[in-house]
């Protein structure tokens, strides 16, 4: 059983900063793969960044510049920092995760529940 659970969503000032983490928990081997996912109402799930276990990061162009993708390895989390937010950054906000589960060392792809990011004056 492998879990995500994210945090650090809420209502920001346009301009203003979040951190939001997501951190993976259970029978796990190895996390390949992390990444930060956003929906908006009345639209589709898209890819905000992503990190792999080793190379280079890769963000959506909306938010390159303003948003930084992180992870710690040995905490098993990922973590998403937005500064600069704007109006159009407000969306339910998901982790993802490609992992490895012990013991039967099958590759599954995880989702977290999802934290909600308002950006508002």
């Known amino acids: 059983q492998v879990t995500l659970v994210e945090s650090g969503g809420g209502l920001v000032q346009p301009g203003g900063s979040l951190r939001l983490s997501c951190k993976a928990s259970g029978s796990i081997f190895r996390i390949n793969d992390m990444a930060w996912y956003r929906q908006a109402p009345g639209k589709q799930r898209e890819l905000v960044a992503a990190?792999?276990?080793?190379?280079?990061?890769n963000y959506a162009d909306s938010v390159k510049g303003r948003f930084t993708i992180s992870r710690d390895n040995a905490k098993n989390t990922v973590y998403l920092q937005m500064n600069s937010l704007k109006r159009e950054d407000t969306a339910v906000y998901y982790c993802?995760?490609?992992?490895?589960?012990?013991?039967?060392?099958?590759?599954?792809?995880?989702w977290g529940q999802g934290t909600q990011v308002t950006v508002s004056s």
């Open positions: 990190i792999p276990s080793a190379g280079s990061t």
């Open positions: 993802n995760a490609e992992i490895i589960v012990s013991m039967s060392y099958r590759t599954g792809d995880y």
